[in-house]
């Protein structure tokens, strides 16, 4: 098993730019979940999906949009980018609710 | 929404000695309690994971401790060694919508 993968590993972009961060899981789990870290702050919810074509809003999810439309794939969009969204994204599977999540190995973002 | 509060943030133990990090949460409702371990540019790994049914629960040398009255939970390190030198994190859970994290615990272990 691969476990969790995102790409792009690193990615510059310029502000007002979109792009979207990919994040797939091989472990056919149910649940997964968008964080971004930034100094200081430790790592905050941006959204969350229960299953596929269900999602939710986590803490933070102001200018991101994502969908699930297959159980493998949750991709995170940044719709114009700001420099407020420099951060290392890290997305996460889960098989349940109390389970152990399981990162990918980020996605590191800088908008100037 | 939960909020949960870590506390100390940055600790320094001799080699050897114990450490012990803190955190208080705010929804009674949560009921998974993990702890990540992260190392400088590297992902989160679970250490050791607590649910609300349980009081404490031991993985070798290390401990989580869980007061539900009290809404708190402690992670415990016996005999530190350098290479638990990292940024510990708590987290809490009321199931499917996600982790809510502390801000993090720099451990330094000293030679």
């Known amino acids: 098993n691969a476990g969790v993968t995102q790409t792009p590993k690193f990615q510059v972009l310029k502000t007002g730019q979109s792009m979207t961060l990919q994040c797939a899981q091989d472990m056919n789990h149910e649940y997964m979940s968008w964080y971004r870290q930034d100094p200081g702050m430790g790592l905050r919810l941006i959204h969350y999906?229960?299953?596929?074509?269900?999602?939710d809003q986590g803490e933070v999810p102001n200018g991101y949009n994502v969908s699930r439309s297959t159980t493998e794939d949750f991709p995170l969009r940044l719709l114009s980018a700001a420099p407020s969204q420099t951060s290392v994204y890290f997305c996460a599977s889960t098989p349940g609710q109390t389970y152990e999540q399981y990162f990918g190995p980020g996605t590191r973002l800088t908008v100037t | 929404g939960e909020n949960v509060e870590q506390h100390p943030s940055t600790l320094s133990v001799q080699e050897g000695d114990s450490a012990v990090i803190k955190c208080t949460y705010s929804d009674s409702a949560s009921n998974y309690f993990p702890w990540y371990k992260q190392e400088l540019g590297k992902r989160p790994q679970l250490i050791i994971d607590?649910?609300?049914?349980?009081g404490e629960k031991k993985d070798q040398r290390i401990a989580v401790t869980l007061n539900k009255t009290a809404k708190h939970f402690s992670l415990h390190i016996t005999e530190t060694q350098p290479e638990d030198s990292a940024v510990y994190f708590c987290?809490?859970?009321?199931?499917?919508?996600?982790?809510?994290f502390g801000k993090g615990t720099h451990l330094i272990i000293q030679p």
């Open positions: 607590i649910r609300s049914n349980v």
């Open positions: 999906s229960v299953g596929a074509g269900i999602t």
């Open positions: 987290a809490a859970s009321r199931g499917a919508d996600g982790l809510t």
